[in-house]
Each structure stands twice: as C-alpha cells, then as structure tokens.
C-alpha cells in the first residue's frame, strides 16, 4: 500500500478565507506532496459567524488557490459531527489519505495528535487582522476588509453580494 505520510490537511472554516488562511495553505502545499483543504463547518451559511456556504467557501478556495499557482490540492467540505471522539474518524472518511495535520487550533491539534497524526504548526500571521472575524467585521462597518483576502477572493465575495448578505445577517429590526 502507498504511504500517504506527506499528503497533508488544513482545516478552517474559512468565513471567508484571508491571507492569514493562505500563509499556511502555501506552507503546506510547498512542503507536502498533495494538500487537502477541508472547509469545516460546511453545513453552515447565512449565520453572523458563517454566513458564506459551503460551495461559496469552495469556489473562494479555487480562485485563491489558483491565485497562488497551487495545483497539487482537493478541496473537501466536511460537516460538523458535534461527537468530538469521532470527528478525526469523519475527517478521516470524507478526504482523501493524509499523514500530517497543520493547525494552529488547540482542540483541533489535540484530537488529532490523540488519533495518531502528525500535527504541524504553522505560525500565525499578523492574527490581530488577518482572522474571519476581523474581516467580517470591517464588512458590517464599511471598513476597508479587500486588503485582508487574496484579490480572487474579493472578486468572488462581490459576485455573491457577500457584503450585502454579512451586513444584513448581522444586523436586526430591534430599534436600539
Ligand atoms: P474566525 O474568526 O471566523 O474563527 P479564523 O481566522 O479563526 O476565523 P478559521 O476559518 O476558523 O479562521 O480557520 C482556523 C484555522 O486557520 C486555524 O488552524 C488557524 O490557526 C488558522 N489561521 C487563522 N488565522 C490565521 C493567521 N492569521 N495566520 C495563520 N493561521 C491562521
Ligand atoms: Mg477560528
């Protein structure tokens, strides 16, 4: 049987993907033979913390990547299980064979290295900007949210009205 040891795996929810996202996406696409990016959480859309659905978070992820000139990728959406003692199990049967893990979530790298795996770290990049919640929030506000993604991403975010969707899911009809 072939060893998959350097196939590897990123996880994220990517809500959306930023350049924060893309540090370790390249990292791990440059030191592995094959990257698997999994997009957590992929059940979820049109919430404040999850507005984008898993198609779009998919179609952001090939244009970024694309963007970048990787090509040795799958791109896999993996629903929540909310049965922590299974989850490495559910990954692990819907992507495709990998050996090592890069994370820099606690939980995540937890539940992994129990399973067995590889996990590597990647260092956080410039995190007090470059994080979902960041740029969600420059969106609600007008703020300037384009310099923390990849331009393909800011393209596909434009052809969803994402902008419009995270401002109205994010706001409500209770007069304050
Ligand atoms: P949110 O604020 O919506 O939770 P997030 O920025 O934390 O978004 P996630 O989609 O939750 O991003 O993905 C989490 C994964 O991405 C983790 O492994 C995390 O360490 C990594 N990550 C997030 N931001 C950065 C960053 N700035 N530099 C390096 N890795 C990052
Ligand atoms: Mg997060």
Same mark, same amino acid.
């Given at each position: 049987m072939k060893d998959f040891s350097d196939y590897a795996l990123v996880l994220g929810r990517?809500?959306?993907?930023?350049n924060g996202h893309m540090e370790v996406i390249r990292k791990c696409a440059a030191e592995s033979e094959h990257l698997t990016v999994g997009i957590g959480?992929?059940?979820?859309?049109?919430?404040?913390?999850? %507005? #984008?659905?898993a198609g779009e978070r998919y179609l952001m992820l090939e244009a970024a990547l694309e963007e970048a000139g990787i090509e040795n990728y799958s791109i896999v959406p993996i629903e929540d299980l909310n049965r922590y003692s299974a989850w490495v199990s559910h990954v692990k049967a819907m992507?495709? %064979? #990998?050996?090592a893990v890069y994370t820099n979530n606690p939980f995540t790298r937890r539940l992994f290295t129990e399973a067995g795996y590889s996990v590597k770290e990647s260092p956080m990049y410039n995190r007090a900007i470059y994080s979902g919640t960041e740029v969600r929030r420059r969106m609600v506000c007008d703020?300037?949210?384009?310099?923390?993604?990849?331009s393909s991403v800011a393209d596909v975010i434009d052809s969803i009205d994402g902008v419009g969707r995270v401002k109205d899911i994010s706001t409500t009809d209770t007069v304050m």
């Open positions: 990517f809500q959306p993907l930023h959480s992929a059940q979820y859309s049109h919430l404040p913390d999850n %507005p #984008f659905t992507c495709p %064979p #990998f050996g703020e300037d949210w384009r310099s923390l993604v990849p």
